[in-house]
């Protein structure tokens, strides 16, 4: 999985950047963007390669739940 950069206007012409989004492709990132801000306008992309070898910290919900309480 890749990580997407986006920046864009929403239909108020707010500008919003820094908007990261997890996923395989550049068609899917967009999807996803355009289901959280309907009708934006896409002024930036960049994409991210996931580093490869480096593994993914993966957390049980008694390891979160034990950070809670602690």
Known sequence: MDK??????????????NINIIARDETEAERKL?????YCEITSCNA???EEG????VMSV?????L???
């Open 4 to 17: 997407f950069n986006f920046s864009i206007l929403t239909r108020d012409g707010q500008r919003v950047d």
């Open 34 to 38: 355009r289901q959280m801000y309907r």
């Open 48 to 50: 991210k390669a996931a």
């Open 54 to 57: 480096k593994p993914q910290q």
């Open 62 to 66: 008694e390891d979160i739940l034990s």
């Open 68 to 70: 809670i309480s602690k």
